[in-house]
């Protein structure tokens, strides 16, 4: 399975680097097969060698220029990071990037090979209004995506589950799943809300070949704990 950690703005370049190492001693002690992704902070990048993945939260579509505030291709070659977060909920709704300028993005990323982690999901007003409201606002997000892409892992994490406790049933999620499964072959992680306390549960459905996590994996052990829990049901 794919187990993702998105840090998020939280830790800084030492404790990343803290983070990332005690990660890989405890996957190397319980002798773990799972995928391993973490996003940390851009300014948390740094080369890194073990078994995690480290990827990039964001960057833009170019390899340098005039894009202040941004980085490009050629800052994350510079780390050896291959692999990026596209479409997240908060890049989406809290700085306001259009489908129009993830596509473009998605391209710029698939062109170099990276592995992509595309995020898609419904506020809930749309969820309230009903199925087909909410399924023509997800379809909306798959619009543009070269959804055959080798290196394309989808994240699925409805917007009002991310960082509020709240989490669809176990029977949403499976729903909901395989719904997108039949959108699209690539594999499908559930984000939003999971801890330990959860994780073993979302992580046996079906339909869920992994979990995208963000504040509960901020403790390196809760993190690997999932990764254990991915483990035993695999
Ligand atoms: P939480 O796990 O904090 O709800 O965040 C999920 C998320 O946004 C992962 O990308």
């Known amino acids: 399975m794919i187990i993702a950690a998105n840090l998020k703005t939280n830790l800084t370049r030492k404790q990343t680097t803290e983070y990332l190492n005690t990660l890989d001693s405890l996957i190397d002690a319980s002798n773990s097969t799972q995928e391993v992704l973490v996003f940390p902070a851009t300014s948390s990048l740094n080369p890194h060698a073990g078994k995690v993945i480290v990827g990039a939260q964001n960057a833009y579509p170019a390899t340098n ?48 090979g990276f592995k992509i982690v595309y995020c898609v999901g419904e506020p809930l007003s749309l969820r309230e209004e009903g199925e087909e409201a909410m399924m023509k606002y997800i379809d909306a997000q798959y619009e543009g995506i070269d959804l055959n892409y080798k290196n394309l892992i989808i994240a699925y994490e409805p917007v009002w589950a991310i960082g509020t406790g709240l989490t669809p049933t176990s029977k949403d999620i499976e729903d909901l799943h395989s719904k997108l499964k039949e959108k699209c072959s690539a594999p499908l992680l559930y984000g939003g809300s ?11 459905l079906k339909s ?25 049901i695999e």
């Open 65 to 112: 220029g005039a894009f202040t505030g941004e980085i490009g291709s050629e800052h994350l070659a510079e780390f050896g990071i291959t692999t990026i977060l596209i479409g997240h909920s908060e890049r989406r709704h809290v700085l306001g990037e259009s489908q129009e300028e993830l596509v473009t993005k998605f391209n710029f990323y698939k062109d170099l």
């Open 194 to 204: 999971v801890k330990v306390a959860n994780a073993k549960e979302v992580l046996g």
């Open 208 to 232: 869920v070949d992994g979990i995208l996590v963000g504040g509960a994996a901020l403790n390196v052990e809760d993190f690997n704990t999932m990764i254990n829990f991915a483990q035993e």
